[in-house]
């Protein structure tokens, strides 16, 4: 379990100080994770791309770029908090299905390593912008390589029905456009399948998919730089995260003697074991054949219990407690998908006592909302046995209306 990482007496201190609810993140967990990864592919000198879209928090970013890591990028807004956070930009890739013309005006101006563009009709933008700029655009191409990840549908990427990227024969058509134009400079080739993958079997398949395309680019002239497999290696929630050196072995194989920079994206297996959602108890609640435990924390603040069906572990603060009984834990949003765990069992709580939800270091404060005027939470980042620093405040009245016009 991860609650050896998330000391109940620094908790209660956190939340005396900071309130609650507040995500709390473990910088040595972090840099755990990552010194986990780097380990494991040494052999390939890979470059790790952070995946921002799991926790974009400043802080835990400049952790990331501090240990030499880049940043995988989906938006202009994610951008500028990479560069923000001390990411170089020749390590920074900007991946997304709907870059806009100004993002990618931006990204070339920043002169970052390469964009991922994902349709034929991106690339012809992409070259109109680096026609304004005067300035070749390097980028890859996602190709989608028809793998089933065996993951919930709304992760899985890499199947052809999915948004995401191209088939081969449409990507094959690109790369000979780009070829032949002066202002696209066609560097690299990447897939993703999906994310909370366990096994390294779908990398593999994909992996040598893409290694063999490669080949028949080179045969026709086209030689890349790059192979970017993505991210997205399971982490269950509560647990550790499983060891990469599988996935390493999977990548290696597929592009043994290739040439190839390999590119890596992790992001919820760094992010995720490395937070927790704290929250306070209100009122205990018997509803038919239902035990509620109403708290502070809200589907706006943890969104995935209701999107994923995502299973967080929950532990009680502190010692003492009731009788244990099952619980559903939810929160004050008036909707009936307002849940952070359901049938938990617990020692029976008196109200104000302290929550801890595990595994929430990733798409949790980042999808978090201020759905039904509810500001967002707070931040706190533990930096030692018992050192921590609030690293975002908690959002106000105020902050709801700040930017409305009357």
């Known amino acids: 379990m991860l609650g050896k990482y998330f000391k109940h007496q620094l908790l209660e201190k956190i939340a005396a100080s900071a309130g609650t609810p507040v995500y709390v993140y473990s910088a040595p967990v972090f840099l755990k994770q990552i010194a986990a990864y780097k380990k494991a592919f040494r052999s390939l000198d890979p470059l790790f791309c952070y995946a921002m879209k799991a926790n974009s928090s400043g802080a835990l970013c400049a952790l990331a770029a501090g240990e030499g890591l880049g940043a995988d990028v989906v938006s202009g807004g994610e951008l500028y908090r990479a560069l923000r956070a001390g990411f170089a930009p020749d390590k920074i890739i900007f991946s997304g299905v709907g870059?806009?013309?100004?993002?990618?005006?931006?990204?070339?101006a920043a002169g970052i390593l390469?964009?991922?563009?994902?349709?034929?009709?991106?690339?012809?933008?992409?070259?109109?912008?680096a026609a304004r700029l005067k300035k070749p655009a390097p980028f890859s191409l996602r190709i989608n390589p028809d793998v089933d990840p065996h993951t919930h549908k709304f992760i899985s990427t890499g199947r052809l029905d999915s948004k995401f990227g191209v088939p081969f024969t449409e990507a094959e058509k690109i790369y000979m456009y780009a070829a032949g134009s002066k202002h696209l400079r066609p560097v690299g080739a990447q897939f993703h399948i999906g994310s909370q993958v366990h096994s390294?079997?779908?990398?593999?398949l994909a992996a040598g998919r893409l290694a063999a395309f490669l080949l028949k680019?080179?045969?026709?002239?086209?030689n890349l730089n790059y192979a970017d497999v993505g991210g997205g290696w399971g982490v269950r929630e509560g647990a550790e995260m499983a060891d990469p050196s599988a996935l390493a072995a999977a990548v290696g194989g597929a592009f043994k003697g290739a040439g190839l920079k390999i590119i890596v994206e992790p992001g919820r297996s760094i992010a995720a074991p490395s937070g927790a959602l704290l929250t306070s108890v209100l009122y205990r609640k018997r509803g038919g054949r239902k035990n509620f435990l109403i708290v502070d924390a809200a589907m706006n603040d943890l969104i995935r219990p209701a999107l994923y069906g995502a299973r967080h572990p929950v532990a009680l603060v502190g010692t003492g407690g009731g009788e244990k009984n099952v619980y559903d834990i939810v929160g004050p949003v008036c909707e009936s998908g307002d849940f952070l765990a359901q049938d938990v069992v617990l020692r029976e709580p008196a109200g104000g006592r302290l929550l801890v939800v595990y595994s929430a270091g990733a798409y949790g404060f980042s999808m978090s909302s201020q759905y039904n005027s509810r500001p967002r939470?707070?931040?706190a980042l533990i930096t030692g046995p018992s050192s921590w620093r609030l690293i975002r405040r908690r959002e106000n009245y105020k902050d709801l209306v700040a930017l409305e016009v009357l």
């Open 99 to 108: 870059k806009t013309a100004a993002e990618l005006e931006y990204a070339l």
């Open 114 to 129: 390469l964009i991922n563009a994902e349709s034929f009709e991106e690339v012809l933008e992409l070259e109109r912008a």
């Open 200 to 204: 390294s079997a779908p990398y593999a």
């Open 217 to 222: 680019l080179a045969s026709r002239g086209v």
């Open 377 to 379: 939470a707070a931040e």
